[in-house]
Antibody, heavy 118, light 108 residues
Framework: EVQLVEFGGGLVQPGGSLKLSCAASGFTFSGSNFHWVRQASGKGLEWVGRIRSKAFSYATEYAASVKGRFTFSRDDSKNTAYLQMNSLKTEDTAVYYC?????????WGQGTLVTVSS | EIVLTQSPGTLSLSPGERATLSCRASQSVTNGYLAWYHQIPGQAPRLLIYGASSRATGIPDRFSGTGSGTDFTLTISRLEPEDFAVYYCQQYGSSPRTFGQGTRVEVK
């Protein structure tokens, strides 16, 4: 069974940092691309960015709203993708999802809540 | 970036009725790379349609997608109770990927 589990969310002060993890199982992690999507409470979906597989040199793309502050990485040996968030702003408060597409299916984690507040 | 505008904002319908949702792009979506998602509050989104018209694995045939260029439509032929949710379109042909603001389908 394909499974994605995010963890690492929590409360952080503005200007602080947080690192999210997305642990995957049930499929070939190393060959997959991973996207991060966030959703503020009561709001719509916002694409945060993606990290590609080794075959594509682990290329990354970022939304303009997070570029220069967020960094994607992955450890294929641990089947885990990461989202390092620095210089956090109150507007980064949201549930963060990791997601991947396998063939004609997509898989999402349950999401992890990041709250940026003083 | 490509801006996606969904209409209507809210659709009030009864079970068994037909739902038609629209997604309009500010510029042409490359290769028709347009997806539709369904989200029940408190849950992660679920992919319904990709490539504008292909159903994702396990999606019932009451869901259909059409369109190309800048105009796309999701049709639900007969609403089931579990279909009352929020629907988002997303384009993935250009970077950055972008989502529409969503259409809520509610029980009338």
């Amino acid at each position: 069974e394909v499974q994605l589990v995010e963890f690492g969310g929590g409360l952080v002060q503005p200007g602080g940092s947080l690192k999210l993890s997305c642990a995957a199982s049930g499929f070939t992690f190393s060959g997959s691309n991973f996207h991060w999507v966030r959703q503020a409470s009561g709001k719509g979906l916002e694409w945060v960015g993606r990290i590609r597989s080794k075959a594509f040199s682990y290329a990354t793309e970022y939304a303009a709203s997070v570029k220069g502050r967020f960094t994607f990485s992955r450890d294929d040996s641990k089947n885990t993708a990461y989202l390092q968030m620095n210089s956090l702003k109150t507007e980064d408060t949201a549930v963060y999802y990791c997601t991947t597409t396998l063939g004609a299916s997509d898989y999402w984690g349950q999401g992890t809540l990041v709250t940026v507040s003083s | 970036e490509i801006v996606l505008t969904q209409s209507p904002g809210t659709l009030s319908l009864s079970p068994g009725e037909r739902a038609t949702l629209s997604c309009r792009a500010s510029q042409s979506v490359t290769n028709g790379y347009l997806a539709w998602y369904h989200q029940i509050p408190g849950q992660a989104p679920r992919l319904l349609i990709y490539g504008a018209s292909s159903r994702a694995t396990g999606i019932p045939d009451r869901f259909s997608g059409t369109g190309s260029g800048t105009d796309f439509t999701l049709t639900i032929s007969r609403l089931e109770p579990e279909d009352f949710a929020v629907y988002y379109c997303q384009q993935y042909g250009s970077s950055p990927r972008t989502f529409g603001q969503g259409t809520r389908v509610e029980v009338k």
